[in-house]
């Protein structure tokens, strides 16, 4: 397996250890506010890996903040006793990025819990098809995530479904161009080299929304 790849697949089983763990500590739980439980996050990231470095913004959103695409920022929520929640992290582990997004339900709400499972689902789904289709263009790729909310019975919620990753800092060595992105102005091939030459990774990111409702889910990782 490629080096580069090798580092970024550690990273991320990295991110998930610590998903699981703040799970096993009951983190998740109603009461306590978006913000609390993110701090909480990123203190059990010191604890079990003894890092502080993240290379985005840390994401916790619950109720009708998971409706809010990752440029938003709105206003702190308490975690309710039936709540839908996601994290969106993007620790740096010795200098190689994780990014990582989970959805979670409390209680027994079963457009909530389908909302949950469909967006893993839908991201499985949606990472055959990428092997499937290796050529695809971003904007061909960014339909296709749009299509496949649809097809589960709700909307997209985002204005990208994912972006390349890398050593940090990415963004600062490649930039932030539309090509970087699963983005629907992105007429290049994913499978193209980055401007360095260099073979690209992509992180796949997919928010399945029902604005009615006021609910959403998120689901990321690396393809």
């Known amino acids: 397996m490629e080096a580069k790849r090798q580092k970024l697949i550690e990273a991320q089983g990295k991110a998930i250890t610590l998903f699981e763990e703040a799970e096993k500590r009951n983190f998740i739980s109603a009461g306590r506010t978006e913000k609390q439980l993110n701090e909480d996050v990123y203190k059990l990231a010191e604890e079990l890996f003894s890092i502080k470095k993240y ?3 840390r ?6 903040n998971t409706l809010e695409p990752y440029a938003e920022n709105p206003d702190d929520l308490t975690i309710q006793a039936n709540d839908i929640l996601f994290f969106d992290f993007g620790p ?3 200098d190689w990025e994780a990014d990582l997004g989970r959805t979670y339900v409390l209680g027994n709400d079963p457009e909530k819990i389908k909302l ?7 991201w499985q789904k949606g990472k055959d098809y990428f092997l499937q289709h290796p050529n695809m263009t971003g ?3 960014y339909a296709y995530s749009k299509k496949l909310a649809e097809s589960y019975g709700w909307e997209y919620g985002g ?4 972006h390349i990753i890398g050593n940090f800092p990415h963004k600062e060595i490649l930039g932030s161009e539309v090509e970087n992105y699963i983005h629907p102005d992105n007429h290049q091939p994913l499978s193209a080299p980055d401007k360095l030459g260099e073979k690209r ?4 990111e997919i928010h399945f929304v029902n604005r009615e409702k006021e609910i959403g889910g998120f689901f990321e990782q690396l393809l």
Do not use: N, S, T
């Not at 994401?59 to 009708?64: F, S």
């Not at 204005?159 to 994912?162: D, K, V, Y």
């Not at 990774?201 to 796949?204: D, E, K, L, P, Q």
């Open 59 to 64: 994401i916790v959103r619950a109720g009708k």
């Open 55 to 57: 290379w985005h913004k």
């Open 159 to 162: 204005p990208i479904a994912g």
């Open 92 to 94: 740096v582990f010795e």
């Open 139 to 141: 904007a061909e790729y």
């Open 201 to 204: 990774h992509w992180i796949y």
């Open 116 to 122: 949950a499972a469909d967006i893993e689902l839908g």
